[in-house]
């Protein structure tokens, strides 16, 4: 049952990377829309 800790870890990780990145490439998006 150890892979089971790893892949929560894992995906718990992998989910607060995808909350600190998403919001900077929005933003860059619309930056580049405004110019």
């Known amino acids: 049952m ?17 909350l600190l990145t998403v919001p900077q490439v929005v933003g860059d998006v619309d930056e580049e829309r405004h110019q």
């Not at 089971?4 to 995906?11: H, R």
């Open 2 to 18: 150890k892979t089971n800790c790893y892949v929560i870890q894992f995906a718990v990780i992998l989910g607060l990377v995808a």
